[in-house]
């Protein structure tokens, strides 16, 4: 169900947001995922819906709704961009918060992998499309929000992603730090943007950031309306 506000910056504005780690399956017992929780994806979703737009949130977790969010749960990396590449040439912009699997098992085997005691295991693992960086190749007016979530050199890998991406923002989130990222409820992040100096926000709930960063959004989005 899509509700629509009647006020706010971003009424008739549609958005995909993604939240959580993709679940790349091994066997029919196992998967391969990552610590993402999914509430800065939740996040967004609710900072948006907030600002009068609507939003599809693309999810692999199962937390409380935002009122009003179209949620559509996924497991894969490929799934996720399934569903993100149906819903993009109607979409205003992209927030791309999930936590995608870079690798994935190279064979799902049909029935459990049982042990063979005094071996090791070994899996092959292939790479998964990098979601927004494909829809980023067809982009036309869709404004594109990437995150990097680094453990050092933060700013450095952070440019080579906003590139990389094709985004018009990329949130670079330090996630070697107790108070931000992976699983907590604060958030301490980095702004990048072509052309312009980076900006950083100050430590704050996860609702909050996002929200900073959804005004952001819209002052680009409404910029000339
Ligand atoms: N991402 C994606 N598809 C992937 C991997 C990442 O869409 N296969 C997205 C993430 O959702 C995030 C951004 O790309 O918005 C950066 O993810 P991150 O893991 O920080 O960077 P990678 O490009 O995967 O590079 P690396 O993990 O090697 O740092
Ligand atoms: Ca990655």
New binding site residues.
């Given amino acids: 169900m899509r509700l629509r506000q009647r006020s706010g910056r971003l009424q008739g504005k549609h958005f995909l947001v993604?939240a959580g780690g993709t679940r790349e399956e091994l066997d029919p017992v196992r998967y391969i995922t990552n610590r993402s929780s999914g509430k800065m994806g939740y996040a967004f979703a609710q900072a948006l819906l907030e600002q009068g737009a609507s939003v599809d949130l693309i999810s692999t977790v199962d937390l409380p709704v935002p009122v009003g969010a179209n949620v559509i749960q996924v497991k894969s990396?490929e799934s996720m961009l399934w569903a993100l590449q149906d819903r993009f040439d109607e979409a205003t912009g992209v927030v791309?918060?999930?936590?995608?699997?870079?690798y994935r098992p190279a064979h799902i085997a049909d029935q459990k992998i049982k042990k063979e005691s005094g071996a090791p295991l070994i899996l092959k693992l292939v790479e998964?499309?990098?979601?927004?960086?494909s829809l980023g190749k067809f982009k036309q007016h869709q404004y594109i929000v990437?995150?990097?979530?680094?453990t050092n050199d933060l700013i450095a890998?952070a440019q080579v992603?906003l590139q990389?991406?094709n985004a018009d923002m990329l949130i670079a989130n330090d996630v070697s730090q107790h108070d931000a990222g992976f699983g907590v409820d604060t958030n301490r992040v980095t702004i990048l943007k072509p052309g312009v100096a980076n900006e950083v926000l100050a430590l704050d709930s996860k609702i909050n950031v996002a929200r900073e960063i959804v005004r952001r959004m819209a002052a680009d989005l409404t910029e000339g309306e």
Wanted: aromatic share 4%; charged share 25%.
């Fill in positions: 993604t990396a791309m918060a999930a936590a995608v699997a870079d998964n499309p990098d979601v927004i960086a990437a995150f990097a979530a680094e890998h992603k990389k991406k």
